[in-house]
């Protein structure tokens, strides 16, 4: 079987292949692919491999060899699944491989903002400590997270990993009920429980219909002013123009961004454009160690030797 991995740009260069290699005939790879590239690329391929490249129904329509679409990630909006399904072509994705990393970031960002490291070793350098009476020498305020609260909205393999951590350092974990759900599960607390009584707010959850612009206007406006919003889910779960101005007002303390709406974003994006003081982005990698990436890779070789063999996939379409 012939393999064509539509944008490898998405992995680290130091990630190894091999596992992906051993499994298909050939492999060949493309740093990205545009839209008007996909079909000529993918014209004798027997599997796509594409981690955010989209593949429409017209797209599908026209590549009669395709048997298999191995997604290299766990969102799956950017393949029209109906329309795979409706040419009986098998769609895979991959989950588990992240939820070290992600909490991982999640908590190393969190202690930069509650530590004030970096501030603390700015003062050092600038040579304030030198110059002080005492032993130490106090700047922004260190706050602990014990006895904090964290509100988990999605609790798949990444908000547990998150729940595991936080409650090594003596934190309350309240975990969010689907928004506008009819019961609460007994391991769960309502939407609006978690928004007005977090003090920090980790999103977890998948980018649907439902779920877009969760985080908006009126959710922002019932949170603490002294919370802080985690996200390193989907960028189209929060509300942006909504956030910024509750930044800009104070209306909470601190937002911690990994995703935006539109990746990469524009250089004139509304959140990076006006520099607040009180907001950090970074470009989609809390999921990127390279740990992790191995182990995705890993999932992605297992998901095409159990289709070669014809074994039942954990199939999307």
């Given at each position: 079987?012939?393999?064509?991995?539509?944008?490898?740009?998405?992995?680290?260069?130091?990630?190894?292949?091999?596992?992906?290699?051993?499994?298909?005939?050939?492999?060949v790879?493309?740093?990205?692919?545009?839209?008007?590239e996909v079909?000529?690329?993918?014209?004798?391929?027997?599997?796509?491999?594409?981690?955010?490249?989209?593949?429409?129904?017209?797209?599908?329509?026209?590549?009669?060899?395709?048997?298999?679409?191995?997604?290299?990630?766990?969102?799956?909006?950017?393949?029209?699944?109906?329309?795979?399904?409706?040419?009986?072509?098998?769609?895979?994705?991959?989950?588990?491989?992240?939820?070290?990393?992600?909490?991982?970031?999640?908590?190393?960002?969190?202690?930069?903002?509650?530590?004030?490291?970096?501030h603390?070793?700015?003062?050092?350098?600038?040579?304030?400590?030198?110059?002080?009476?005492?032993?130490?020498?106090?700047g922004?305020?260190?706050?602990?997270?014990?006895?904090?609260?964290?509100?988990?909205?999605?609790?798949?393999?990444?908000?547990?990993?998150?729940?595991?951590?936080?409650?090594?350092?003596?934190?309350?974990?309240?975990?969010?009920?689907?928004?506008?759900?009819?019961?609460?599960?007994?391991?769960?607390?309502?939407?609006?429980?978690?928004?007005?009584?977090?003090?920090?707010?980790?999103?977890?959850?998948?980018?649907?219909?439902?779920?877009?612009?969760?985080?908006?206007?009126?959710?922002?406006?019932?949170?603490?002013?002294?919370?802080?919003?985690?996200?390193?889910?989907?960028?189209?779960?929060?509300?942006?123009?909504?956030?910024?101005t509750?930044?800009?007002?104070?209306?909470?303390?601190?937002?911690?961004?990994?995703?935006?709406?539109?990746?990469?974003?524009?250089?004139?994006?509304?959140?990076?454009?006006?520099?607040?003081s009180n907001?950090?982005?970074?470009?989609?990698?809390?999921?990127?160690?390279?740990?992790?990436?191995?182990?995705?890779?890993?999932?992605?070789?297992?998901?095409?030797?159990?289709?070669?063999?014809?074994?039942?996939?954990?199939?999307?379409?």
């Open positions: 079987m012939n393999a064509v991995f539509l944008d490898k740009q998405t992995f680290s260069s130091t990630i190894d292949f091999t596992a992906i290699e051993q499994q298909v005939t050939q492999l790879c493309y740093t990205n692919t545009s839209p008007t079909i000529s690329r993918c014209h004798n391929a027997d599997i796509i491999i594409t981690n955010k490249v989209q593949l429409t129904a017209e797209m599908l329509s026209a590549l009669p060899h395709v048997k298999l679409i191995c997604i290299s990630a766990t969102g799956y909006n950017n393949v029209d699944i109906d329309a795979a399904s409706h040419l009986n072509i098998a769609v895979t994705n991959v989950s588990g491989y992240a939820g070290l990393s992600v909490a991982q970031y999640v908590f190393a960002q969190l202690l930069e903002y509650y530590q004030q490291t970096s603390h070793n700015s003062n050092t350098e600038q040579g304030l400590w030198s110059s002080n009476d005492t032993f130490c020498y106090h922004n305020s260190i706050s602990e997270l014990a006895g904090k609260t964290l509100g988990i909205i999605g609790y798949g393999s990444l908000g547990k990993a998150v729940a595991n951590i936080a409650q090594a350092f003596n934190m309350k974990v309240i975990i969010s009920e689907r928004h506008q759900a009819s019961a609460i599960r007994p391991d769960r607390v309502s939407f609006e429980q978690v928004i007005k009584e977090a003090d920090i707010i980790s999103l977890h959850c998948p980018q649907t219909s439902d779920t877009q612009n969760l985080i908006n206007e009126s959710v922002l406006s019932c949170m603490k002013n002294t919370a802080v919003l985690v996200n390193t889910a989907r960028g189209a779960l929060i509300d942006e123009p909504a956030l910024l509750a930044l800009k007002t104070k209306e909470i303390a601190y937002a911690i961004l990994d995703v935006l709406t539109q990746e990469p974003p524009s250089a004139d994006h509304i959140l990076l454009h006006n520099q607040l907001l950090k982005v970074t470009a989609h990698i809390a999921w990127a160690s390279q740990e992790a990436q191995q182990r995705l890779i890993a999932l992605l070789s297992q998901n095409i030797l159990a289709f070669a063999q014809g074994k039942r996939l954990n199939r999307l379409a």
